[in-house]
């Protein structure tokens, strides 16, 4: 039984590999298909294996592929009867498939006709886009904060990393959204004591510990959120949102400096200008070299003719 399955392994083997490589060998274009058809499909496989990571389908995808090995072995052995009940419901996998996955199969599908799409494949929106919409949210928690007089402290980092504030809080990596930073500072919760830390677009830690000014540095009727607001900005290029608890009044500490009492619009366009408008400017210069470009084209074809 040994020997007829090592050449069941053997015949296989001939079949599907040497021949495949023989044939790539004496005409070497159709390497091109083949590296192409791999890379798409190890592309897949991984964004739906990161998709499905921490759901009940990871699972189900082995237990399929037990299921197909069982299969394999049981017709290289010759467990005739065996392989006839495995194949027989081998022949309905599409159908039972598609029954099994029916949720992630339809939000696929979704995503396909929409901007996710986008995403999925690992293309981000644009940067300036992205970080505009951002702040938009990051302004509507604060003001929102402002209104319900919940304390807040948000530290939006820049050029100069703050890993070991980070480090003093807890681990968050979440997109921004206002529910997010407005539940986070509920009174009496275990992470609305100390900051919130957005880096890159993202919401990376909680209940962080900041470095405080000194008291020469700051009016006295301020308290401990404002003075590590402004310690904050005073050791980093960092820009720190605070929401008063007594007043409900908003103020950004930047540079050093805390303005204090700052409205919506104002506290919006400070924000996109600090973190937006760097992403917009380079796009623009970027179109004017394309332009330019095209420019001097078109001189060269004048020239020509």
């Known amino acids: 039984m040994f020997d007829n399955f090592l050449a069941n392994v053997n015949t296989y083997y001939q079949e599907n590999f040497v021949n495949y490589f023989r044939e790539i060998y004496q005409y070497p274009i159709k ?28 699972q189900l995808i082995k237990g399929i592929f037990i299921y197909i090995l069982f299969t394999a072995i049981s017709s290289l052995l010759h467990l005739t009867i065996i392989n006839y009940i495995l194949r027989s419901f081998l022949s309905y996998g599409v159908i039972i498939l598609i029954v ?9 599908l979704e995503q396909l006709g929409s901007n996710k799409f986008t995403k999925f ?9 992205k970080t505009k919409e951002d ?8 003001m929102e904060l402002a209104r319900t007089r919940t304390g807040a402290l948000i530290v939006m980092e820049k050029d100069i990393k703050i890993k070991d504030i980070i480090e003093s809080g807890i681990e968050i990596n979440s997109d921004v959204s206002p529910q997010l930073l407005v539940n986070i500072f509920v009174p009496n919760t275990p992470l609305h004591d100390g900051a919130v830390i957005i880096s890159e ?9 900041l470095p405080l000014a000194s008291d020469q540095d700051i009016a006295k009727e301020l308290g401990t959120r404002h003075r590590a607001a402004l310690g904050m900005s005073k050791e980093s290029d960092a820009v720190v949102i605070v929401v008063s608890e ?9 540079n050093g400096v805390l303005l204090v009492d700052i409205k919506e619009d104002t506290l919006k366009q400070i924000l996109i200008k600090d973190f937006a408008e760097q992403y917009n400017t380079k796009e623009k210069v970027e179109k004017k070299i394309k332009d330019s470009k095209k420019q001097i084209k078109k001189k060269i074809k004048k020239m020509d003719v």
């Open 246 to 254: 007594e007043t409900g009044k908003v103020s950004l500490a930047r």
């Open 121 to 129: 494949i690992g293309i981000e929106k644009d940067k300036y886009v």
């Open 31 to 58: 390497l091109v298909p083949l590296i192409l058809d791999i890379v798409i499909v190890l592309f897949l496989i991984y964004k739906f294996f990161f998709l499905t990571k921490n759901s009940r389908v990871k």
């Open 100 to 108: 099994i996955f029916q949720p992630e199969l339809r939000r696929a």
């Open 201 to 209: 677009n993202r919401v990376v830690a909680a209940a962080c510990i």
């Open 135 to 142: 702040i938009y949210k990051i302004v509507i928690a604060t």
